[in-house]
């Protein structure tokens, strides 16, 4: 077995762009998600580790140290922070020319030859789900038996071997959670709208809505929700609290845990015996039933992306959502005292400043616990990105997706109708329409003085907040 490291590379201050996170961006206030992607085929290579720089705060120095006594590395990367893996990798080949340096991730899942071309110190690329492609590349296999790679053969020329197949029985997957306790410390893992500290684990993958815009299910997941079965999943759970009996919370960061909703309720029930805290992600038609199963056993929160107002937008985007049910859903969490975590996002195909205007007021309405609004990205592999490089409406200079601080820019425009800066712009308007009215300020006041901790985190995420903005006006 080869000594493997499992790296998601120090990168911008502040970036949260490690494998877990669907928008890789300097975010509005310090959040990281736990590097679930990284640390599942950690858990399957016996003897490995995973370093997950950022939230550790930790340069190359310890991470050259370590890799003098390594076979393999496995980078996770993304569109926006490539550039910067590359040279990391470079440096870490500089340190041990026997290493062998693979890179997982979506960029290189739909651009393997683009980037085995641009990165002359990688390997080889796993395209799409990695988990066992790790561990047969780990086991030394020769690179021509493996599924699921495209590598750099021995003339230099560039070899795509056939897709690996996709994962079914989810169950045969061992726990993150072992991989979080041996390598992680917890408390460096913040999320804005969530108890801290929390836990996150995925317990299915795939979506089987075709949202033109979503990175993981068109790259690397699927569309086909495939998932553990409660028992795995409740087993996971309370193994969870043994090695982490200071977590306050789990959440489940499939694409969509409600895609399913007997096996979300089974769930729930599992973990109302366990008598844990816990929120999901979910689309915005949950009906009431399942809802008040969901909340008689401990869910706290739901992560609901309802993008924008516009009923067009929704349509342009294939979003399969009305706006009038999702209207009937937030009123539903609202009376059962579910919290919601609403995301948008500003620049879709059909975006205008009426209908803008229109999303903002729309968040309003649905008054979401807190809210969190997002630049159109167009990722490579996705519908959104194949749409903006036909109809013109990405152009190289924006290409990038963040700036050279790691903040995310409006890289979609729509000449006549919205320039990037009217979009960029847009996001710090609906920012202060939300959070600077009466009542919602009346509301985190009360829940900062019920709560010392609360008051706390709210004061130092109000900070980052204003500086956020400074940095964002700063790269207008």
């Not at 309003?364 to 630049?375: A, D, F, G, Y």
Request: hydrophobic share 40%; charged share 25%.
């Amino acid at each position: 077995m080869m000594r493997t490291l499992f790296l998601q590379p120090p990168s911008f201050g502040g970036f949260d762009g490690g494998a877990g996170s669907r928008y890789q961006a300097k975010r509005e206030i310090k959040s990281f998600w736990y590097p679930t992607w990284l640390a599942q085929p950690a858990a399957l290579v016996p003897g490995s580790r995973l370093i997950d720089a950022p939230p550790a705060n930790m340069g190359m120095e310890p991470i050259l140290a370590d890799v003098m006594n390594r076979d393999l590395v496995i980078i996770h990367t993304s569109t926006p922070s490539f550039a910067s893996d590359v040279k990391v990798a470079q440096a870490l080949k500089e340190a041990n020319p026997a290493l062998k340096i693979g890179f997982v991730g979506a960029k290189v899942a739909v651009q393997p030859t683009e980037s085995l071309e641009s990165g002359a110190p990688i390997d080889f690329v796993a395209r799409n789900e990695f988990d066992f492609t790790c561990l047969e590349v780990a086991e030394g296999r020769d690179f021509s038996t493996i599924d699921g790679i495209s590598y750099r053969a021995a003339d230099g020329s560039i070899v795509h071997n056939k897709d690996r197949e996709i994962l079914t029985d989810m169950d045969k997957l061992p726990f993150v959670t072992d991989v979080y306790k041996r390598d992680l410390r917890m408390e460096d893992y913040f999320i804005g709208y969530l108890m801290h500290p929390y836990i996150s684990i995925y317990t299915g993958r795939g979506c089987k809505s075709r949202c033109t815009f979503c990175l993981w299910p068109q790259t690397v997941g699927g569309h086909n929700y495939r998932v553990r079965s409660p028992e795995h999943v409740a087993a996971e759970i309370k193994h969870a609290l043994e090695l982490f009996p200071q977590t306050r919370e789990f959440f489940f960061d499939d694409d969509t845990f409600t895609d399913n909703l007997p096996r979300a309720e089974a769930i729930a029930i599992e973990l109302g015996k366990l008598g844990v805290t816990w929120s999901c992600n979910a689309k915005a038609n949950v009906p009431r039933k399942t809802l008040e199963v969901l909340k008689a056993n401990g869910l706290r929160l739901l992560l609901v992306g309802y993008e924008s107002g516009n009923q067009q937008i929704l349509h342009n985007i294939k979003k399969g959502l009305l706006v009038d049910v999702a209207r009937k859903f937030t009123k539903d969490c609202h009376e059962l005292g579910i919290k919601i975590h609403g995301t948008f996002i500003l620049g879709l195909p059909g975006e205008t400043k009426e209908t803008i205007e229109q999303t903002i007021k729309y968040a309003i309405e649905l008054n979401p616990h807190t809210m969190q609004v997002s630049l159109a990205a167009p990722y490579p592999g996705t519908y959104l990105y194949k749409q903006a490089v036909e109809n013109g409406w990405l152009d190289a200079a924006n290409a990038e997706l963040i700036d050279e601080r790691g903040v995310q820019i409006a890289p979609l425009h729509y000449p006549g109708i919205l320039s990037h800066t009217e979009i960029f712009e847009n996001v710090e308007a609906f920012y202060r329409r939300f959070y600077f009215r009466a009542p919602k300020i009346a509301s985190i006041v009360g829940e900062m003085v019920r709560s010392p901790q609360m008051m706390k985190r709210r004061l130092r995420e109000g900070v980052e907040f204003f500086h956020f903005l400074r940095d964002r006006n700063k790269a207008a």
